[in-house]
Structure formats: C-alpha cells, structure tokens
C-alpha cells in the first residue's frame, strides 16, 4: 500500500519540496503523491526495472565524469520526479537571465571593453588580474554578440524558509545537460501516466536552442555556417555527452587532430577534403586548446586557433577566459555587476559569502570555521572543501593554516540548510538534500531550459551533491501555468 | 640613439614538416624612452601574418605554414631612437610597498610564475641583502641587482628553460633569462613589483662607449628585469651586465616572466628533429628626429629563447 512509502517520513525541521512544515501535501505534487499512494512495492519495483531498461536501452554507460565543474559520475535517477511549479519558475527563471546577461557584460568589458567595471572601481583591479581565470590571451579576441558564457550552468540550492540562492556560477564547459534530457526520457516512460497529466515543459528542444544559439554567434562574414563540437576524445570521461550533443544537433564531433588552420582560418578534414568550420562548440579546456598561446604539450587542442579566432575567421564557444567571473571570490561581487551593468536589483541571492583577503572578514571566519564551509575559489565539484560542522578538529586546523598561508585562494560562505526531497531509499522515502543546476543559453536571446539537473545528497544527512560524495539524480519538471503553453513560443511557431 | 635591427630565426629540419603554428614577439615597442621608426617582418616559406597588440601591450606577428616545408624562417627589421633613463631623484621608503591603490595595479607582479616561483633560499638571501642598504626601496632593488650581477656567472649551456628558480639561485650560473628570473624571484619575495623584459642589447666595443655611425654588430636577444618604485614608476636594471638599462637597451616588451614574452613560440607536425640559428645584427644608425581524421600529428614545440 501507498502510505507505506511515505511511513515514518520526516520532515526534520528541513524546506521539504513536497509536504510542507504541517504535513500538507503541496499543490503542485498532489498529482504525484496520489499516484505514489496506489503503488504496491511490487508495483515500485517494476518502476524501477524500467527506468533500468531505459538507461540500458539509451546506451549510457557513464563511467567517473570529468573533474570540470561539477558532475562526476553517474547520477543514478530517484524514481521521484522534482516538481516547479509554474511562478516559482518564473522567478528563477528571470533571476537568471538578469544573472547571465551581466556576468556576459562583465566578461566583454574585461576582455573587450574599456574595462568601466575597474574604472568605477566595482571589483577590484587585483581581484581579477590575480584571478588563475584571468586569461590574458583572451584580450582582444573577438565574441560575436558579447555572447560569452553561450551555455551556462548556474547551481542554485533553496535555503530553509524555501528561498532560491546561487551557489556557484558554471561558465566554462559546464556539463550534466545529457542526464537532464536522458533523464526526462527515461521517466516519461516509468510514469508515463502522471507526467501525461501534468503539464511538464519540454526539454528535448536543447540540442535545437543550443544549434541555433551557436550559429548565432558565428562571424559575421559566415553566410551558413558549420558548427562543430571540438571534444578531447574517448578517454575524456564527458565523451558521452560530447558526443550526445553532436547527435542532438546534428553536427560533426571531432578532435582537435580533424582540424587544420590554413591563412588563420580553420578547416575540417573530412573524405571529402576540406571543409570551413565557424562555430567551435568546445568541450576542451582552456589550457589544452591552442599549444602556441597556452600549455605547448597539449596534443588535444588546435594549433593556430586563438589566432583564427582573433581574426575573426571562428567563434570560440564558450569563449575562452570566462573563468575569471566563475572565480569564486568573484562570485562575491556578481549581485555587484548586476547592479552596475543593469542598474536592477538582484532577482536571485547568493550565499552568504567571506573574502578571507581581508583582514576583519578572515579573523570573523577564523574563529567559527567549524560552523563554516570554505572553499578554494577555483575549484569545482566538491573537491578541496571544508565543511565545518563535519568536520574534524584536524581538518579544521589544516584549513586553517591553508587560509592564512593563500587567503586570496579561498572563500567561506554560511551552511545553507538546504531543501530535502521524498527520495526513494530501498523500500521507502528518506528526505534528502537537493539543488539544481539549470543550464542558461546565450543566443539571440537568453534562455533558460526549463528545469535543469536536480542532484541528490543520497548520503543520509548530507549537504554534498557531487556524485563523487554519493550522489543522485531526478527529473526536474517545470510546470505550465494556466493558460501558458508548453512549448516556447518559437518553437510552437516554427 | 638610432638603431637599425635585423633579427632573424631559422628552423631547418631533417625531414619535411606540417601545420606549422607560430607567435614571434619582435618589435621594439614604442613607449617613453624608445620611438619605433619602422618595423617589418617577412617569413620563408611566406605565410599571411596577423599582428595584435596582446594584453601587456607587445606587438604579436602570429603566421602558420600548413603544407610541407623543410626550413621556417623569419626575419623582423626594426629601426628605433632610443634615449637614456632618466636620473632616478626618488627614494621612497619600503612601508610604501604596501599602499593599496599600489598594489592594486603591481599585484600580477608580484605573484609566483612558472619560471619566478621562489622558495626560502630565494627570500633569506634578498631579506640578508635587504638588511645590508637602507629602508628605500631603490637601494633595496639596486642591492638586489649588485648581488646577482656579481655573484652570478655567465655560462651558456649551464642551465635550460624552465629550470626551477631555487636551483638557479644555488647554481648560480646561467644566461641572462635567468639572472632575470632570479632576480624578479627575489624582488618578489620582498613585495617589490618586478617584470621581466626582452628585448635587444647594443654591445659594439662597450669598454670605449664609442661606436661609429654604420657598424653593423652580431648580437642575441636579451633579457633584463623592471623593478616598479611607488611614486616614481618603473627602473631598468640589466643584471647579467651589471649596468642600468640605457641607450643601447631596446625593449621589445615585458611581462610577469619568459613564457609573456618569448620572442618566436610554435608547434609544428612531424617527427623530423630541426636546428635553430637566431641571429640579431645592430647597427647604428645617423640621428633623425623622434617620429612617431588522419593520423594524430606528432607535434612538436619549437622556441627561440633568449640566449645573451
């Protein structure tokens, strides 16, 4: 019986997404809940069998995910979908098409501008040039549309009165979007039923939007142009999505070796000879893709590209040098920019954030470390992080001395008493921890893809996401609101 | 001081060679004491070059040859007026290192690079030469200058590209990248701004100073350090000859440390092994008025380091 999944379900004083602080069912998982309560445990298990069948049949076979940005490895999928709700979407959603759009600004002023941000003195001049992100070869390279951060995963997590905040900002070669659109696939065929009735947005136009966003941004010059994904190869542990991707858009993957620079501009060698390429959607690092200008061992990049690109033959996507505002002591000054750039107010907060250069902020953060999370600016993806209130007496020590021999090197921010969600822990639901990482395209527009990657602390009691911390997947369904329809418009028109 | 400078850098391999990609950072660059007269640069095979300015403000001549070829060369003329460093009056005591607004601009000046990342060897011998001289900072920066330039030998072949600073500092021999890096590193460990500099140095008959207009001298591209004062801006020290950096000093440009400046930086496709000949020829000039899927390539680096 249904009440047995639910049996012994606590909400500990957590923002639980599905019941709220009395116990109530929230409207918008009424749908689900009912239909939970019909399923026997034999009828669960068999759920679970097709999603299993699903994965297998989509042919994913995620071994350890790369260490850029986040997503590890598999992120094995919670039967239980994630649900948003049409004006909690809206919000988000408007948050971070104001956050993209300044941090966008921000990097054409830098790399491409007259740097108004140091003029005005709104981030400090130091703060950026001994930033490791501050990419000096991106100086002067054209980005067609200031379009810099073209795909951006911006990770939010929802505090404990159910506010949505940003945790990080993502905009190099932010990854996870394949497990959104597998995800979704696989789970419209294990609850087909309550997903038909619920107004779900549609994610499956990415490939699409992602196309339409890199011919875009192609050089002004290119009349149809060819877009390629620039992947390291089939040991890079994100190939799958890379190669995910090109099917998704129907373009060409290759590697740097398919790709030859004549007179600055850049060729595809195909059967047929040659052909021009102008848009390169690129999986690769920046240090790892042009050896003339960045690491000269790099066998994976292209030699001769950030040239092709400075005469404006190619565009680069995600441009080169963007992480300098995913710093995450810049991070500190983004609602700052959105301010300067936008003359708004932030529509979405950040965590609560502590710059340890300065001397009354680091003595603050010095004396509660054991309440604190600190991490080092440039990392991503959990490594290298202190989480204070788990942390022991030693470890605490260590980040200490870490702190004060580099303070530039770190930041801390307050714990966020993250939101939980029903997940299905053998025969039964636990609450767990949650956040989201909704992927934002800068094309023509700034779009967000309804949703995102909801990932799971499957950790009793743990705030760590990473799926190298044990962690999990849902379906993240955004719902349509009265009258809205499902599809974005352009596509409905087109 | 009017110089005419050709420099030139060839490759020539044993076997044919692919998709060469290349950066040369050649030009003088203009600034207070040095106006450019004229600047061009030619390559063999010929090849279509992009010239930029990059972010430290040196001009950049990046040019490929993707067919086959067996030699690469390129030949950068220059014709600049150089002028004397002027008397240094100002002598601003240490604790002025430390102003905000000050080092708010030095701050990438000041970090550990690749080729400057300096230990405690490096800090306990500048803090002991430091302690020798007074409080200001140019007496702290020309100690540190003295102390390389006298202890330092001058042996091509003694050491390599990248060779960590720490062992530079105990071997205490190398070329003039690396008295350049060594004394950037110790600059640096004291909170003094430091950069490092290529460019070419006049070295026609220097014990007499007295050159005639016209001679045509053989020299390599050298290196030399920038140490920044607050309130006075930047002094021109060249270690490996003991000597500021005058007249015959003409800059190319500067940055945290080799790798921002390396004159001629690129790949090539092959497995043919070359052989590198850089030749730079000065002469003075008269005195004019101040103008104004196929098999993955085998890629190989190719540089040409400083070597004087």
């Given at each position: 019986m249904g009440q047995d999944l639910f049996d012994g379900y606590a909400t500990d004083g957590f923002y639980d997404e599905l019941l709220t602080a009395d116990g109530e069912v929230r409207p918008h998982y009424r749908a689900l809940y009912d239909k939970l309560a019909t399923f026997s445990h034999e009828e669960l298990a068999r759920r679970e069998r097709l999603r299993d069948a699903a994965f297998r049949s989509a042919g994913i076979t995620f071994t350890v995910y790369g260490e850029e940005e986040g997503v590890e490895r598999t992120f094995p999928m919670d039967l239980l979908p994630r649900i948003i709700p049409a004006d909690e979407w809206a919000h988000i959603e408007a948050g971070l098409v104001q956050r993209v759009t300044a941090l966008n600004r921000f990097l054409d002023d830098l790399y491409?501008?007259?740097r108004a941000v140091l003029h005005d003195n709104v981030v400090p001049r130091w703060l950026l040039t001994s930033s490791a992100g501050f990419c000096r070869q991106a100086f002067g390279v054209p980005v067609p549309h200031g379009a810099h951060c073209l795909v951006a995963g911006i990770d939010l997590v929802r505090d404990a009165d159910g506010t949505y905040r940003v945790l990080e900002d993502n905009l190099r070669n932010p990854s996870g979007i394949s497990y959104v659109l597998e995800n979704r696939a696989a789970m419209t065929r294990v609850l087909p039923v309550v997903f038909g009735q619920s107004r779900v947005r549609p994610v499956d136009h990415y490939g699409a939007s992602l196309l339409r966003a890199l011919r875009h941004v192609a050089p002004p010059a290119a009349g149809d142009p060819t877009v390629v994904v620039l992947t390291?190869?089939?040991?890079?542990?994100?190939y799958f999505e890379h190669a995910f991707l090109a099917r998704q858009m129907g373009v060409e993957l290759v590697e740097g070796r398919d790709l030859v620079i004549d007179e600055h501009v850049v060729y595809m060698r195909t059967t047929r000879g040659l052909q021009r390429v102008d848009v390169i959607y690129r999986r690769i690092d920046d240090d790892f893709l042009d050896p003339v200008v960045f690491r000269q061992d790099s066998m994976l990049g292209v030699p001769g590209l950030m040239a092709a690109a400075r005469a404006g033959n190619v565009t680069v996507a995600n441009?080169?040098?963007?992480g300098v505002a995913d710093d995450k002591a810049v991070y500190a000054f983004v609602p700052e920019l959105i301010r300067y750039y936008l003359g708004e107010e932030p529509i979405l907060p950040n965590v609560e954030t502590y710059l340890l250069w300065d001397a009354d902020q680091r003595a603050g953060v010095l004396d509660r470390l054991g309440e604190l999370v600190v991490k080092p600016v440039a990392e991503s993806g959990g490594y290298g992080m202190l989480i204070g209130p788990a942390a022991t007496d030693a470890e605490i020590a260590e980040f200490r001395a870490r702190i004060e021999a580099d303070p530039r090197n770190y930041i801390a921010q307050e714990v966020v008493s993250l939101s939980r969600h029903p997940t299905l822990i053998d025969d039964h639901l636990e609450g767990r921890h949650i956040d989201l990482r909704p992927f934002v395209l800068t094309g023509e527009r700034v779009e967000v893809i309804p949703g995102g990657l909801t990932r799971v602390a499957l950790r009793r009691g743990s705030l760590v996401v990473n799926s190298s911390q044990g962690g999990g997947s849902k379906d993240t369904w955004v719902l349509a609101g009265e009258g809205q329809p499902l599809e974005p418009a352009e596509e409905a028109a087109s | 001081m009017r110089l005419d400078i050709r420099y030139r850098c060839r490759f020539d391999y044993d076997q044919p060679v692919r998709e060469s990609q290349n950066e040369l950072r050649a030009a003088p660059a203009p600034h207070d004491r040095q106006s450019l007269i004229s600047y061009r640069v030619a390559t063999s095979p010929p090849a279509r070059v992009l010239t930029f300015e990059d972010y430290w403000g040196t001009r950049v001549d990046a040019f490929g040859v993707r067919d086959s070829h067996t030699h690469l060369e390129v030949v950068a003329e220059s014709s600049v007026e150089t002028r004397p460093q002027p008397l240094l009056t100002a002598s601003p005591r240490v604790e002025r290192l430390a102003d905000p607004a000050f080092l708010d601009e030095h701050v990438e000046y000041l970090q550990r690079t690749a080729h400057t990342a300096w230990g405690p060897t490096i800090e306990a011998e500048a803090r002991q030469q430091a302690g020798l001289v007074g409080p200001d900072v140019v007496s702290v920066v020309l100690a540190l200058h003295r102390r390389v330039a006298t202890t330092f030998t001058y042996r091509p072949g003694a050491t390599y590209v990248g060779m960590d600073v720490e062992e530079l500092c105990t071997r205490r021999e190398g070329v003039c990248q690396d008295y350049a890096h060594v004394m950037i590193a110790m600059c640096r460990s004291l909170g003094i701004p430091a950069r490092y500099v290529s460019g070419y140095l006049?070295?026609?008959?220097?014990?007499?100073?007295d050159i005639p207009e016209g001679e045509m001298v053989e020299v390599q591209t050298h290196a030399w350090v920038e140490a920044a004062v607050p309130g006075h801006g930047w002094i021109a020290l060249d270690p490996t000859n003991q000597q500021e950096v005058g007249e015959r000093h003409v800059k190319i440009g500067h940055g945290r440390d080799y790798d921002d400046v390396q004159p001629l930086r690129g790949v090539f496709a092959g497995s043919a092994t070359c052989e590198l000949d850089v030749s730079v020829e000065i002469r003075k000039g008269t005195v004019t008025a101040a103008p104004a899927p196929t098999p993955r390539p085998h890629r190989q680096a190719q540089q040409a380091q400083q070597q004087q």
């Amino acid at each position: 019986m249904g009440q047995d999944l639910f049996d012994g379900y606590a909400t500990d004083g957590f923002y639980d997404e599905l019941l709220t602080a009395d116990g109530e069912v929230r409207p918008h998982y009424r749908a689900l809940y009912d239909k939970l309560a019909t399923f026997s445990h034999e009828e669960l298990a068999r759920r679970e069998r097709l999603r299993d069948a699903a994965f297998r049949s989509a042919g994913i076979t995620f071994t350890v995910y790369g260490e850029e940005e986040g997503v590890e490895r598999t992120f094995p999928m919670d039967l239980l979908p994630r649900i948003i709700p049409a004006d909690e979407w809206a919000h988000i959603e408007a948050g971070l098409v104001q956050r993209v759009t300044a941090l966008n600004r921000f990097l054409d002023d830098l790399y491409l501008g007259e740097r108004a941000v140091l003029h005005d003195n709104v981030v400090p001049r130091w703060l950026l040039t001994s930033s490791a992100g501050f990419c000096r070869q991106a100086f002067g390279v054209p980005v067609p549309h200031g379009a810099h951060c073209l795909v951006a995963g911006i990770d939010l997590v929802r505090d404990a009165d159910g506010t949505y905040r940003v945790l990080e900002d993502n905009l190099r070669n932010p990854s996870g979007i394949s497990y959104v659109l597998e995800n979704r696939a696989a789970m419209t065929r294990v609850l087909p039923v309550v997903f038909g009735q619920s107004r779900v947005r549609p994610v499956d136009h990415y490939g699409a939007s992602l196309l339409r966003a890199l011919r875009h941004v192609a050089p002004p010059a290119a009349g149809d142009p060819t877009v390629v994904v620039l992947t390291p190869g089939v040991y890079n542990s994100a190939y799958f999505e890379h190669a995910f991707l090109a099917r998704q858009m129907g373009v060409e993957l290759v590697e740097g070796r398919d790709l030859v620079i004549d007179e600055h501009v850049v060729y595809m060698r195909t059967t047929r000879g040659l052909q021009r390429v102008d848009v390169i959607y690129r999986r690769i690092d920046d240090d790892f893709l042009d050896p003339v200008v960045f690491r000269q061992d790099s066998m994976l990049g292209v030699p001769g590209l950030m040239a092709a690109a400075r005469a404006g033959n190619v565009t680069v996507a995600n441009a080169v040098g963007n992480g300098v505002a995913d710093d995450k002591a810049v991070y500190a000054f983004v609602p700052e920019l959105i301010r300067y750039y936008l003359g708004e107010e932030p529509i979405l907060p950040n965590v609560e954030t502590y710059l340890l250069w300065d001397a009354d902020q680091r003595a603050g953060v010095l004396d509660r470390l054991g309440e604190l999370v600190v991490k080092p600016v440039a990392e991503s993806g959990g490594y290298g992080m202190l989480i204070g209130p788990a942390a022991t007496d030693a470890e605490i020590a260590e980040f200490r001395a870490r702190i004060e021999a580099d303070p530039r090197n770190y930041i801390a921010q307050e714990v966020v008493s993250l939101s939980r969600h029903p997940t299905l822990i053998d025969d039964h639901l636990e609450g767990r921890h949650i956040d989201l990482r909704p992927f934002v395209l800068t094309g023509e527009r700034v779009e967000v893809i309804p949703g995102g990657l909801t990932r799971v602390a499957l950790r009793r009691g743990s705030l760590v996401v990473n799926s190298s911390q044990g962690g999990g997947s849902k379906d993240t369904w955004v719902l349509a609101g009265e009258g809205q329809p499902l599809e974005p418009a352009e596509e409905a028109a087109s | 001081m009017r110089l005419d400078i050709r420099y030139r850098c060839r490759f020539d391999y044993d076997q044919p060679v692919r998709e060469s990609q290349n950066e040369l950072r050649a030009a003088p660059a203009p600034h207070d004491r040095q106006s450019l007269i004229s600047y061009r640069v030619a390559t063999s095979p010929p090849a279509r070059v992009l010239t930029f300015e990059d972010y430290w403000g040196t001009r950049v001549d990046a040019f490929g040859v993707r067919d086959s070829h067996t030699h690469l060369e390129v030949v950068a003329e220059s014709s600049v007026e150089t002028r004397p460093q002027p008397l240094l009056t100002a002598s601003p005591r240490v604790e002025r290192l430390a102003d905000p607004a000050f080092l708010d601009e030095h701050v990438e000046y000041l970090q550990r690079t690749a080729h400057t990342a300096w230990g405690p060897t490096i800090e306990a011998e500048a803090r002991q030469q430091a302690g020798l001289v007074g409080p200001d900072v140019v007496s702290v920066v020309l100690a540190l200058h003295r102390r390389v330039a006298t202890t330092f030998t001058y042996r091509p072949g003694a050491t390599y590209v990248g060779m960590d600073v720490e062992e530079l500092c105990t071997r205490r021999e190398g070329v003039c990248q690396d008295y350049a890096h060594v004394m950037i590193a110790m600059c640096r460990s004291l909170g003094i701004p430091a950069r490092y500099v290529s460019g070419y140095l006049f070295t026609a008959d220097d014990s007499t100073g007295d050159i005639p207009e016209g001679e045509m001298v053989e020299v390599q591209t050298h290196a030399w350090v920038e140490a920044a004062v607050p309130g006075h801006g930047w002094i021109a020290l060249d270690p490996t000859n003991q000597q500021e950096v005058g007249e015959r000093h003409v800059k190319i440009g500067h940055g945290r440390d080799y790798d921002d400046v390396q004159p001629l930086r690129g790949v090539f496709a092959g497995s043919a092994t070359c052989e590198l000949d850089v030749s730079v020829e000065i002469r003075k000039g008269t005195v004019t008025a101040a103008p104004a899927p196929t098999p993955r390539p085998h890629r190989q680096a190719q540089q040409a380091q400083q070597q004087q």
